[in-house]
Nanobody
Framework: QVQLVESGGGLVEPGGSLRLSCSGS????????MAWYRQAPGKQRELVGD???????TYRDYVRGRFTISRDNAKNTMYLQMNDLKTEDTAVYYC????????WGEGTLVTVSS
């Protein structure tokens, strides 16, 4: 098992940008597809997108064109670059390996508000 730690969240105005990071062990980042999830207050956690071990990302339609997922396996880190943020992007963002779910981290809060 790997402890996953998310960071980089904060307050941002609509249309702004944030870059989130997810860190874990080098082993899991070498072996598994990684994914970003988010959970808004009162809602279920949902998938944002994922990235293969080799770095090929996929996205849900509601973030496609605005968000970019990447990873640096040597640094044991996955990133979520979020551009053109909208108020509906407000949520706690989490990461995990969808094919080998690890204990969930505390997430990082993204608040989009004017």
């Amino acid at each position: 098992q790997v402890q996953l730690v998310e960071s980089g969240g904060g307050l941002v105005e609509p249309g702004g940008s944030l870059r989130l990071s997810c860190s874990g062990s080098g082993r899991i980042f070498r072996i598994y597809r990684m994914a970003w999830y988010r959970q808004a207050p009162g809602k279920q956690r949902e998938l944002v997108g994922d990235v293969s071990v080799s770095g090929n990302p996929t996205y849900r339609d509601y973030v496609r064109g605005r968000f970019t997922i990447s990873r640096d396996n040597a640094k044991n880190t996955m990133y979520l670059q979020m551009n053109d943020l909208k108020t509906e992007d407000t949520a706690v963002y989490y990461c995990n390996a969808p094919n080998n779910i690890q204990p969930w981290g505390e997430g990082t809060l993204v608040t989009v508000s004017s």
